[in-house]
């Protein structure tokens, strides 16, 4: 089958890669869309963020909703086809989390409960395969104080680059255990089983799935001159000034909708007066690109 992710199939490539450079957002200003409500949005918000998605795998919608409820996520989602939630135990009961800095209890030991970096992924890479995260929605109820800025890749330009740079790159990154998380306690079931798996590999239609570490602990890369190269130029591009990375710092009311792409947050300041809330929701399945239909 035809397929631009496919090493043998060039000639698939390099059209799609002419297209996609075509279709690349120059900026982050391209990529944000102002919408009334994102529970609500109206046929032409709807397809405006389609739009980019299509383009970049995201979207950045613009609102000045200043409500505190995670139906705001949860809706946004199901109007982009999201439905299957994949929910943590750390996640409220519908599914999805409420991410702020949290000094005691459990949530305290990961990441994204506190204020410090969280470097370069994609989200639920230590998955297993059969429970890949394809999509994400972030909404912020309230930026941090100061610091905090969001870093975007689109997962396709980044192998979109490396392919140019060696093809020789992604054959390793699409080896079965080119990544192993060793066994350890995480936020979904306690303790889990070592979960080896590619970097690259394709979802069942066909596009492609990213998964992505850059932290260095609770990570072994394969061992070997290819992957170590591989992982090398990965890191170097992540670290680039390429034109191709955006970077936004979400203002309240903000808030962004992905097939799952790079993205990597610095650490900031929380006021304790007003701190910092975002909600999170992970999906299954990824932003159909299905006219629109509302949700009521
Ligand atoms: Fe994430």
Redo the contacts with the bound molecule.
Sequence with gaps: MNNPFNLNDTESYLRWREQKLAAAPASIEELVVEVRDPRALTPSEHAALAERVRRCNMAIYASTVPDEDTEITRLLGRQFGLHRLDANWLAGEDGVSSLRVINDGTRQHYI?YTDRP?KW???GYYNPPERQILA?A?HFVRPAASGGETRLMDHEMAYLLLRDENPAYIAALSAPDAMTIPSREDEYDGVREAQSGPVFSLNRDGSLHMRYTARTRSIEWKQDAATREAVAALTRLLASDTPHIFRSRMESGMGLLCNNVL?E?AAFLDDAAIPRLLY?ARYSERITDEPFKSWT
Excluded: C, K, Y
Aim: glycine content about 0%; hydrophobic content about 30%.
């Design positions: 994204p969280i992924h994609t989200d994400m972030l993205h947050r999170r």
